[in-house]
């Protein structure tokens, strides 16, 4: 009889832990799919949301000139644009590859194009603004990107 009654209590033990298996299961698959669907996804870094937003002001409500100014910056820091060099256009164009975008600039001498790559949405820090290529308005390439 003792036997019989080792089992039983063995027999509720491995069903007490069974339910609290899988109640944690059901648990976290329960909050798993919460997470997933009401929980809205981070960018991914080197994205920035849909093309033209983030170049537009759609994005953070940024100035869209910030893009040029930022780009110039940059082209006059890598010492492919003289210090004097001024934007021609401070609005940005879209090219064809999405996230990348043109912007116009001049010296008394020159007009020059400059091709960037937007890598986040802080147009105003220099990382976020990729210089692709600067060429002149002759066609000659000053400055290009390896690697793309």
Same mark, same amino acid.
């Given at each position: 009889?003792d036997t019989?009654v080792?089992? @039983?209590?063995?027999? @509720?033990?491995? =069903?007490? /832990?069974?339910? %609290?298996i899988?109640g /944690?299961?059901?648990? &976290?698959?329960? $909050?798993?799919a919460?997470l997933t *669907?009401?929980?809205k996804? &981070?960018?991914? !870094?080197g994205?920035?949301?849909?093309? /033209?937003?983030a170049a ?5 409500g940024?100035?869209?000139t ?5 780009a =110039?910056?940059?082209?006059q820091?890598? #010492?492919?644009?003289?210090a004097? #060099?001024?934007? !021609? ?7 064809s %590859?999405?996230g990348r975008y043109?912007c !116009?600039?001049?010296t008394?001498?020159?007009k020059? !194009?400059l091709?960037v790559?937007l $890598?986040?949405e802080? =147009?105003?820090?220099?990382?976020c %603004?990729a =210089?692709?290529?600067v060429t002149?308005?002759?066609g000659s390439? *000053?400055?290009?990107?390896? /690697?793309q």
């Open positions: 009889m019989d080792t089992n @039983r209590a063995l027999s @509720r033990e491995w =069903l007490t /832990g069974l339910i %609290v899988a /944690g299961f059901v648990i &976290a698959i329960a $909050v798993a919460w *669907l009401t929980h996804p &981070a960018p991914v !870094a994205q920035v949301g849909q093309p /033209g937003a537009t002001g759609q994005a953070s940024t100035d869209p910030q893009v040029c100014r930022t =110039l910056a940059n082209a820091n890598f #010492g492919v644009l003289p004097y #060099g001024t934007l !021609a256009d401070a609005n940005p164009k879209e090219t %590859v999405q043109t !116009a600039a001049a008394p001498s020159a020059y !194009a091709t790559d $890598v986040c802080q =147009l105003d820090n220099a990382q %603004v =210089l692709y290529s002149q308005d002759d390439v *000053l400055y290009h990107r390896q /690697g």
